[in-house]
């Protein structure tokens, strides 16, 4: 942290109401490349948790009372900041998460992108005129701010999450508190003082930082002033946090987990596959719910794009994502490399043939080999479960009809990939695929100007674009009476 430009960028204690607390615990956080402690932060949490929404409760009417406009300014000035230290902030994603600090750099600036879309999407948050029934009557919509808005956000890309979540909120004209994973709470914290630095009003952007995520998370799931909860995470902990948002009936969001195919057709362009893949795949170490999980391949061009596809993978670089030179980094814990671990041995067992990698990484205890599985069956682990991890599990197929069979088994809806050139192909499979984003000819499918989101057990509700700013907001009906006379 010494290295960073501004220093005043790395904070260890929860930001509430435009302060920063101190608490009597704390808690280590460790760079997972190294195993080094590199920060030790304030544990906070049901008290402060309950203080954060009293805040942001507080702060809600004179936010959502300013004009569009104005809040969009003021997100305009947090997006300018954020842009301008991008490589400070980058350091620090990567120092508590491990990834490349080249794709920290990107993180940044695609969380920022969500910042700078809202501030100008928060002025189109349009209403209707509805013709009139009656001579006498007039009907007209408007939206408004749902209110508080809570969030629990993941690990894996600390800085974006809570940015694609917090821009359309705080447009929207909600008043907004997040707990960050406790493995990453730096980002958020260093997020916090930009805002802060922007002029967010006190209240407006709360950050709860604290171990005890049971404790916090009951709080912003049960409180009565939270009008809006948010999660991005697995599906098991998102049917957990929806049940507790039941008692008061709040609006949910959830972003939950893939298993995400990636087809590739005998009529596609192999090189320009081979690259999706591993831009869907290998991106944050395979540690992201819509990276490719299941790669179906055409029995016809299997041979060519396997071959092609290994050569690809062992040309991948691990190491210390802080390493000019490295295009992988560490997963997140070493639980997390004993469950890939399992997943491959498991499959390898029921029959599956390893081409590439196979193996914890010799370098660090948080660090898997980029792997590649052949002869693969739909039964198997690798195909069933989520991996979270540098390991892809290949499966040929024949016809199209049976590959969307295949890649539609599944409880989960995000995202889906596939490669092929002739039009009508493209269209039946695009429209037949049960999934949320379908990316054609493209591994790399976010973006602020579309909508985020999956169907099934991957969640419901939509991040980016139009539409996700009508998450935090309400439909009011207004209906003008006695107006013929």
């Known amino acids: 942290?010494?290295?960073?430009?501004?220093?005043?960028?790395?904070?260890?204690?929860?930001f509430i109401n435009g302060a920063w607390l101190s608490a009597a615990a704390v808690f280590p956080v460790t760079n997972p490349a190294t195993g080094r402690q590199i920060a030790e932060v304030a544990d906070a949490g049901i008290a402060e948790a309950k203080q954060a929404i009293q805040a942001a409760k507080s702060a809600f009417s004179t936010w959502s009372s300013l004009t569009a406009n104005e809040r969009g300014c003021l997100l305009r000035r947090w997006f300018d900041l954020i842009i301008l230290h991008q490589d400070d902030l980058a350091r620090i994603l990567t120092l508590e998460q491990g990834k490349p600090l080249v794709e920290a750099k990107g993180e940044i600036s695609y969380g920022a992108s969500f910042i700078d879309w809202f501030a100008e999407e928060g002025k189109r948050a349009y209403g209707d005129v509805i013709p009139m029934p009656s001579a006498d009557?007039?009907?007209?919509?408007?939206?408004?701010?749902?209110?508080?808005?809570?969030?629990?956000?993941?690990?894996?890309?600390p800085h974006a999450m809570i940015a694609r979540k917090a821009a359309a909120a705080l447009a929207a004209g909600c008043t907004f508190v997040v707990r960050p994973a406790s493995q990453t709470p730096l980002s958020a914290l260093a997020m916090a003082e930009l805002a802060q630095r922007a002029g967010l009003p006190d209240g407006v952007f709360n950050v709860v930082v604290g171990t005890d995520a049971r404790a916090i998370g009951e709080v912003l799931t049960g409180h009565p002033d939270v009008a809006k909860f948010t999660f991005t995470g697995s599906t098991a902990v998102g049917k957990a946090l929806i049940s507790q948002c039941a008692g008061t009936v709040k609006k949910v969001s959830m972003e939950l987990g893939g298993n995400a195919p990636f087809i590739v057709f005998d009529d596609a362009d192999l090189d320009a596959a081979v690259q999706g893949a591993i831009a869907s795949k290998y991106r944050n170490a395979g540690q992201t719910c819509v990276c490719s999980n299941r790669i179906f391949v055409q029995e016809k061009i299997a041979e060519a794009f396997t071959n092609k596809f290994v050569n690809a993978v062992a040309a991948l670089k691990v190491g210390d994502g802080?390493?000019?030179?490295?295009?992988?980094?560490?997963?997140?814990?070493?639980?997390?490399?004993?469950?890939?671990?399992?997943?491959?041995?498991?499959?390898?067992?029921?029959?599956?043939?390893?081409?590439?990698?196979?193996?914890?990484?010799?370098?660090?205890?948080?660090?898997?080999?980029?792997?590649?599985?052949?002869?693969?069956?739909?039964?198997?682990?690798?195909?069933?479960?989520?991996?979270?991890?540098?390991?892809?599990?290949?499966?040929?197929?024949?016809?199209?009809?049976?590959?969307?069979?295949?890649?539609?088994?599944?409880d989960y809806g995000l995202a889906a990939y596939f490669y092929a050139r002739d039009i009508g192909r493209i269209w039946r499979i695009a429209e037949g695929l049960e999934f949320g984003m379908?990316?054609?000819?493209?591994?790399?499918?976010?973006?602020?100007?579309?909508?985020?989101?999956?169907?099934?057990?991957?969640?419901?509700?939509?991040?980016?674009s139009r539409y996700g700013l009508d998450d935090y907001m309400e439909i009011k009906y207004l209906c003008f009476g006695g107006l013929d006379k």
């Open 1 to 14: 942290m010494e290295l960073l430009k501004d220093i005043g960028l790395f904070k260890r204690a929860s």
């Open 322 to 410: 802080l390493a000019p030179e490295t295009t992988i980094g560490p997963l997140i814990s070493p639980e997390a490399v004993t469950d890939v671990d399992r997943l491959v041995s498991s499959s390898l067992q029921g029959g599956a043939e390893l081409l590439l990698g196979g193996a914890r990484h010799p370098i660090g205890a948080n660090f898997y080999q980029p792997t590649v599985v052949a002869k693969v069956s739909q039964d198997m682990p690798l195909a069933q479960q989520e991996i979270f991890g540098p390991v892809s599990p290949i499966i040929t197929f024949k016809e199209e009809a049976e590959v969307l069979v295949m890649a539609n088994d599944t």
């Open 438 to 464: 379908v990316g054609i000819n493209e591994g790399i499918i976010s973006n602020a100007a579309a909508p985020f989101g999956g169907i099934k057990q991957s969640g419901n509700g939509r991040e980016g």
């Open 137 to 157: 009557k007039r009907l007209v919509t408007i939206k408004q701010a749902v209110g508080v808005v809570a969030a629990i956000t993941p690990w894996n890309f």
